[in-house]
């Protein structure tokens, strides 16, 4: 996964640019910045990438879900549908616009179960927030059922699945909004940063205004530019835009290398009686950025983990246990702990988390290891880890 293990020239390139010209803000300076845009490059690159008509960048994929949901009019007391394994990214951004997140079991493709969404609709429901976790998707087509049956919105987390597609469209354009980050250890990686995409010319509009304190952008000077409505600063710098400009240049590369890594490791545990891959969804096709299975219950699931670090295969995940993937870890979440004083709707209609039964989500996630595939292995290190994880997987 991660896009840094591949920096080189090109990189390089593209950030001296930014440099040569001193202009490090994305908006304006016009006369001074050689004709780099590499914000508004980066947009067309993703544009064309993830065939939809907008995109919209900023400082990080939690900016991206909080500027998507506030391009949308999501807003104080709605109520946002997100499962229960994911980024925390999920219920910060639901948070950070005052509405309410709605926790959600997940199933054996590791994303939203669909029953369970439309079980947790009420009057209150506004958004359905799948998180593609770990390189693969939700039933995108059953979702999308639920939403336009309940007139929901379909908001795609695609964070961790940049490069997957569902019915051959690229994952996070299948619904009204998708959602991106660029952060250090992501497939495509800016330093940080985000982006929002979209078919919808309003929510463009309202992303681009309101992740830049609401200004209206119409070329005038910056200083007259009006604010039809409040915002925030969610801006991505030219920098961290042009670093995320060499490598989005290098998606396609980056997604080979990591279908053939995953592809030595699956083949290897292929045979393995007590290995049950992931569940992907039909019509869906992984970004390969992880690959997940399940072991047969929770104390052997956390046997392998042990055993797989002893013998020298890192990145592999026991995300039941982890602080912070996992509803069991999110405590501040739970307990309502926020600096300041919650708005009033959430304090309202948060639900007492600490009460909830989520044991149809443990019953996956407690048997889940997920290993990351890396960019930089040689052939070698993925054949000898391939038979690791079998020796290790078959010994248990
Ligand atoms: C990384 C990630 C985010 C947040 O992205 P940042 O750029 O780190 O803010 C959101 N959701 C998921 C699933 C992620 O993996």
């Known amino acids: 996964m991660p896009g840094f293990e591949l920096f080189g020239d090109k990189e390089r390139q593209q950030v001296n640019d930014v440099l040569d010209s001193g202009v490090l803000m994305r908006y304006g300076f016009d006369g001074m910045r050689n004709g780099h845009w590499k914000a508004l490059e980066l947009e067309k690159k993703l544009v064309e990438k993830m065939q939809v008509k907008h995109t919209q ?14 391009s949308a009019g999501i807003g104080a007391g709605d109520e946002v549908i997100m499962p229960t394994f994911t980024f925390v990214a999920s219920f910060e951004s639901i948070l950070a616009i005052g509405a309410v997140p709605i926790l959600v079991d997940v199933d054996d493709t590791l994303a939203l179960n669909p029953q369970a969404v439309e079980n947790a609709i009420t009057e209150r429901t506004k958004v359905v927030m799948p998180v593609h976790m770990c390189g693969s998707m939700a ?7 639920i939403c336009d049956k309940h007139n929901l919105l379909l908001l795609e987390d695609a964070c961790q699945a940049i490069g997957g597609t569902f019915e051959n469209k690229p994952l996070g354009s299948y619904g009204d909004l998708g959602c991106f980050s660029f952060d250090y250890v992501k497939t495509v990686t800016c ?4 982006a929002v995409i979209t078919n919808n010319d309003t929510y463009k509009i309202n992303a681009d205004h309101y992740s830049d304190h609401g200004h209206d952008h119409v070329g005038k000077d910056r200083g007259a530019e009006t604010h039809p409505f409040l915002g925030y600063n969610f801006r991505i710098s030219e920098l961290h835009a042009a670093v995320g400009l060499a490598q989005i240049e290098r998606l396609d590369e980056f997604l080979a290398i990591q279908k053939k890594n995953y592809s030595v490791l699956r083949e290897a545990l292929q045979d393995l009686p007590n290995v049950e891959f992931r569940r992907v ?34 990145a592999c995940f026991y995300w039941f246990d982890n602080n912070w ?19 009033a709707e959430v304090q309202k209609q948060l639900p007492d988390y600490s009460k909830s039964d989520f044991s149809a989500s443990d019953k996956w996630v407690g048997r889940t290891i997920s290993c990351l595939v890396k ?20 010994g248990l």
């Open 375 to 394: 960019l930089g292995w040689s052939s070698e290190e993925v054949e000898e880890r391939a038979q690791k994880m079998k020796k290790v997987l078959s």
């Open 57 to 70: 960048l900023v400082s990080s994929g939690t900016a991206a879900l909080t500027v998507a949901l506030a």
């Open 325 to 343: 993937h996992y509803y069991r870890e999110w405590q501040h979440l739970i307990e309502k702990k926020s600096l300041g004083r919650l708005p």
């Open 139 to 145: 039933d995108l087509k059953a979702l999308k059922t």
């Open 191 to 194: 330093g940080e940063g985000g």
């Open 281 to 314: 969804p039909e019509g869906g096709k992984e970004s390969y950025a992880f690959l997940s299975f399940f072991l047969p219950n929770t104390e052997t699931a956390k046997k392998a983990h042990g055993e797989l670090g002893k013998a020298g295969v890192d």
